[in-house]
């Protein structure tokens, strides 16, 4: 089992999930995150004056997928996440030891 966890853009959020629904991945947390990588924020104008926004807005994915899965979860997400810009976001991959199914006591990949 691996965790992924992908960080994106915003308005990338739904081709993302229907890229993954394809793949029959069902779930995934969504969080709202700021955060900054070579992008470095950028300068806005509000009522005349300049300023500058270090932390931009992201979305933050993660999803616990079956082994068997992961290379094409990796494709399809850099596929639909892919703008061609800087701030594109980043994807990493961590093995997940255990995972158990609160409500039914399922545990391994039947908890997926």
């Not at 069902?26 to 990588?37: A, D, R, S």
């Not at 800087?86 to 990493?92: L, M, P, Q």
């Amino acid at each position: 089992m691996k965790l992924i966890t992908a960080i994106i853009k915003p308005f990338k959020l739904d081709e993302v999930r229907e890229a993954l629904s394809e793949l029959g991945i069902q779930g995934m947390t969504v969080t709202e995150v700021k955060g900054f990588g070579r992008q470095k924020g950028h300068t806005e104008l509000y009522r005349g004056a300049e300023y500058t926004v270090d932390f931009l807005p992201k979305l933050r994915l993660e999803m616990a997928i079956s082994e068997d899965l992961v290379e094409q979860a990796l494709e399809s997400l850099c596929a639909a996440a892919h703008t061609g810009k800087i701030g594109d976001g980043k994807i990493f991959v961590t093995s997940i030891e255990q995972a158990i199914r609160i409500r039914t006591g399922e545990s391994g990949e039947n908890a997926l």
